[in-house]
């Protein structure tokens, strides 16, 4: 059952970014610019599957969650991680996204948000859980990568969200650290699916 859950994790969260991704790249105009949430707020022609995407995403995550149930707490933060993605899925930030204290915000805004940082944090928590666990495996090896990769990442995109605010870097640093993040997620499930690791029992 874990490798069933750990191969349709994997399946399930290359599915989202995917649709999210062309959510993304569609509409006319450069996708670099602006913050990856804007292509799921109100009047985007693409914002519904958008947002689809992401709570499909957010249902990957839980699945590869599930396949690592064997390590509580990494398993737990997934299941964490996983609510607060399909949260940032269910409520959209309005127009271009406003974020404090440089712009006026909405509950909603605010909502959204928190939502998505605090499920990169706890995703990233996850990460260094599986990591440290002690166990040898290819497994601890590509969530030690992707730590290394996504707290630096994330580090640099916080600041530049508190002391700068929109930003192209910012625009940049966010997809950067949104790519490892999908990459760990379906590197692990993929490894838990094929390989007799110790995590899955």
């Known amino acids: 059952m874990s490798r069933v859950a750990a191969i349709g ?7 989202g970014a995917v649709i999210m ?15 990856v949430s804007e292509a799921g707020t109100a009047g985007q ?27 509580k707490l990494a398993s737990a933060a997934l299941f964490v991680a996983a609510g607060l993605a399909a949260v940032s899925g269910l409520v959209a930030c ?4 406003p974020l404090p204290p440089y712009e006026p915000t909405t509950l909603a805004d605010v909502v959204h948000a928190a939502a998505s940082v605090l499920g990169m944090v706890v995703l990233a ?9 002690g166990l040898r495996t290819a497994v601890t090896r590509l969530a ?8 630096p990442l994330g580090a640099v995109l916080g600041l530049l969200m508190l002391f700068v605010g929109r930003s192209g870097f910012g625009a940049l640093v966010e997809r950067a650290v949104l790519f490892v993040a999908v990459c760990w997620l379906v590197g692990t499930g993929l490894l838990l699916g094929v390989r007799r690791a110790a995590y899955v029992h």
């Open 45 to 71: 022609p693409y914002a519904i599957p958008y947002r689809l995407g992401l709570v499909m995403l957010a249902a990957g995550v839980a699945l590869v969650g599930q396949a690592l149930r064997a390590l």
């Open 125 to 133: 928590g996850a990460m260094a859980l599986v990591w440290l666990s």
């Open 94 to 97: 309005t127009d271009s996204c």
């Open 144 to 151: 030690g990568v992707a730590v290394f990769l996504t707290v």
């Open 21 to 35: 991704l062309v959510a993304l790249v569609a509409p006319a105009g450069s996708w670099w610019d602006g913050y």
């Open 9 to 15: 994790g994997a399946a399930v969260v290359t599915a």
